[in-house]
């Protein structure tokens, strides 16, 4: 293998009468480094917008939603919950009563959806309440309760921690002059921030118990919001707490939420992954086109090893490392380049997009290992496939005719 390899390196640096085969060759070099730079760029983008999305909407569901088929509410909830929380891979569940309302505030009044929760169970596994941007949560039995804004909803309302705002629900309330809509006075105690744009804009977040008295639900909550441990086993789960639960109630996992997101990302992924994959195998043609160069401008040299005693598979053997050599420096400084521009990009958050459209500021990069050596094991076989063809045909040199006329 030394003199198959010792050949094959002195045939890539070519001398001057060769500058056109070498010129060729860098080429082919250059080819397979941006195609492989390209990839890796492309799939590290994709990677890190969904892997971005995915954790600011699951900050902000539940895993797992058990709610009720009939829209009355869980009764018994606290039950049910002891149940599930005995599932292996369940880390937490927790009550929730929610109703789409009008806040108005001494300046706006905007729609929102109003949650009662836990706070205290909430704030375990939950890290944009624990870190609130002001404010603080304050679940004691006050004349005002207390309400938590979304950040994007305190800006807009004009409002900030202990100011007063209105809540009218849809829950009717007699009166002297007919059913009205209820409504409540209620303090801001902190505004909360969790990137999610959607969310920070139209939720609104107070205890469960006020929750309940708002809502007319007695002892009654909407849904069980459920986290898990490993978000991909949420199916699996799912099919549990069917299992043990008797009345008829309504299970959705994230998974089947945000279906039609998620879809649509990796079916992205895959066609980026398999477009630029194109870029690599045409870069690949031009090792093809070098060797096959190199074969016929050395069948002079081709004729004298196999005159000195070197066998066919020599010569094959030469062809391909030469290739591989090709391959394997292109996909190391495309990589090299790839994995750079990535690092590059984050440094300096250089990709913003409008956070309104997208729930992010930036689009940040995250290459998987898998992905990344999916990326390199593909360049490599195209290049070493590419080569198959030259070296083949270089073997079968006739070194009688090579040297005809030597």
């Known amino acids: 293998m030394k003199f198959e390899f010792f050949i094959a390196k002195r045939y890539l640096t070519a001398k001057r009468k060769q500058a056109f085969i070498s010129v060729i060759t860098f080429i082919s070099i250059l080819g397979i480094t941006i195609g492989v730079m390209a990839l890796i760029i492309a799939i590290a983008l994709i990677t890190g917008f969904q892997e971005d999305i995915q954790d600011k909407i699951l900050r902000t569901t539940s895993h797992i939603m058990v709610s009720s088929l009939t829209g009355e509410g869980i009764k018994n909830y606290s039950e049910l919950a002891n149940k599930i929380k005995e599932i292996k891979g369940v880390e937490s569940v927790t009550p929730v009563a929610y109703q789409t309302v009008l806040i108005k505030s001494p300046y706006k009044t905007i729609g929102a959806v109003l949650k009662g929760i836990n706070f205290r169970e909430e704030v375990k596994y939950s890290s944009w309440l624990k870190n609130l941007e002001e404010g603080k949560i304050i679940e004691q039995e006050r004349e005002k309760p207390g309400i938590l804004l979304g950040s994007e909803m305190a800006f807009n309302l004009g409002v900030n921690v202990g100011d007063t705002v209105t809540v009218l629900t849809t829950t009717p309330r007699l009166s002297p002059i007919g059913i009205l809509p209820k409504m409540r006075r209620m303090v801001v105690v902190g505004i909360f921030k969790t990137g999610l744009y959607e969310f920070d804009s139209s939720t609104a977040l107070i205890s469960l118990s006020t929750a309940q008295k708002l809502f007319n639900l007695d002892n009654r909550i909407h849904y069980l919001q459920i986290k898990i441990e490993k978000i991909f086993d949420a199916d699996k789960i799912a099919k549990e707490i069917k299992k043990i639960i008797l009345v008829p109630l309504y299970i959705t996992t994230w ?107 930036y689009i940040p990069f995250k290459i998987k290992t898998l992905d990344f050596l999916i990326i390199v094991g593909v360049a490599l076989l195209i290049s070493f496939l590419s080569t198959l063809f030259p070296s083949h045909r270089a073997s079968k040199v006739d070194p009688v005719i090579a040297l005809k006329y030597e």
Do not use: H
């Open 255 to 361: 998974m089947e939420l945000n279906k039609t997101l998620f879809s649509a990302l990796k079916l992205e992924k895959n066609v980026l992954f398999l477009t630029i994959t194109l870029i690599v195998l045409v870069a690949a043609l031009n090792i093809i086109a070098t060797l096959i160069l190199m074969v016929m401008e050395k069948t002079k040299d081709i004729g004298i090893l196999v005159s000195l005693g070197a066998t066919s598979k020599n010569i094959k053997r030469i062809f391909f490392l030469q290739g591989a050599m090709i391959g394997v420096f292109g996909t190391f400084f495309g990589s090299l380049l790839g994995l750079l521009t990535c690092w590059i990009a984050n440094t300096f958050k250089l990709i913003k997009v409008p956070i309104d459209i997208y729930q992010l500021s």
